[in-house]
């Protein structure tokens, strides 16, 4: 049976308010990525939503294109 973790430290992308976490296997491998976007709300709360994984299709682009639709 595969065992995967989700590593808790945020890495920043090159775009702005877009991270990923990655995901590894048993040797800590990478083998998937979960992507995050992060966002300041209108009462000046850091706002953090994870939008998926890059195993499922989800890209940098598309998690740009989530943030700016939220903020």
């Known amino acids: 049976m595969i065992h995967l973790k989700t590593l808790n ?12 976490k990655p995901i590894v ?13 992060r966002w300041i709300d209108n009462d ?3 706002k953090l939503k994870t939008v998926g994984k890059h195993s ?8 740009i294109a989530l943030r700016n639709n939220t903020i």
Do not use: H, M, P, W
């Open 44 to 46: 000046g709360r850091a």
């Open 9 to 20: 430290k945020r890495i920043a992308t090159k775009s702005q308010g877009v991270f990923y």
């Open 25 to 37: 296997n048993e040797q800590n491998k990478e083998v998937d990525k979960v992507y995050l976007i």
């Open 56 to 63: 499922q299709g989800v890209r940098i682009s598309t998690c």
